[in-house]
């Protein structure tokens, strides 16, 4: 039928890893090259049609972001595989929690936003895609600015989602 199932989306969680710019790009196609998203993406609703059902991401809650100051300095200024590295760590930790404490309907997906930018030495893809299979997650290499994968990963989700 023509059933649409109403999800609410929550981006978790380092400060400008994308979160808004993912958003932002998945609903309006744009890619604002700085902070603006973040106000603009906090607005939008997407829907998203599957094959016999439609999906709308009604909200996205980036709230609760952790700033850079909370990271050990040299994560804030060394090279970038140490930031995503750190970063891909705190994931694993968010993770955990959401296992023991969210809803066991709720479905997971790690994004390794900036892949444009993302040298050699970066986060090891197969080291996170093993983890997100092991933790019946998703993990999707993804770029806010280039469109890499952006469709794909929340279509991804809603393909995932609980049917009722
Ligand atoms: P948030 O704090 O996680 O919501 O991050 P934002 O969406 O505000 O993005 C932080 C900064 O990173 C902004 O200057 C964006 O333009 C930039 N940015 C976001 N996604 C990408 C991406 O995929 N590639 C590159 N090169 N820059 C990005
Ligand atoms: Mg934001």
């Not at 016999?52 to 809650?61: P, S, Y």
Request: hydrophobic residues 40%; proline residues 2%.
């Amino acid at each position: 039928g023509n059933e649409v199932r109403q999800f609410k989306l929550v981006l978790l969680r380092e400060s400008a890893v994308g979160k808004s710019s993912l958003v932002l790009h998945f609903v309006t196609g744009q890619f604002l090259g700085f902070q603006e998203s973040t106000i603009r993406a906090a607005f939008l609703t997407q829907t998203v049609c599957l094959d016999d059902t439609t999906v709308k991401f009604e909200r996205w809650d980036t709230a609760g972001q952790e700033h850079c100051h909370s990271l050990a300095p040299m994560y804030c200024t060394g090279p970038w595989a140490d930031i995503a590295n750190e970063f891909f760590a705190r994931a694993k930790s968010w993770v955990k929690e959401l296992q023991r404490q969210a809803s066991p309907n709720i479905v997971i997906a790690l994004s390794g936003n900036k892949a444009d930018i993302a040298s050699k030495g970066a986060v090891d893809f197969q080291e996170a895609q093993s983890y997100a299979v092991d933790n019946s997650s998703l993990f999707v290499e993804t770029s806010a600015k280039t469109s890499m994968n952006v469709n794909e990963i929340f279509m991804a989700i809603a393909k995932k989602l609980p049917k009722n």
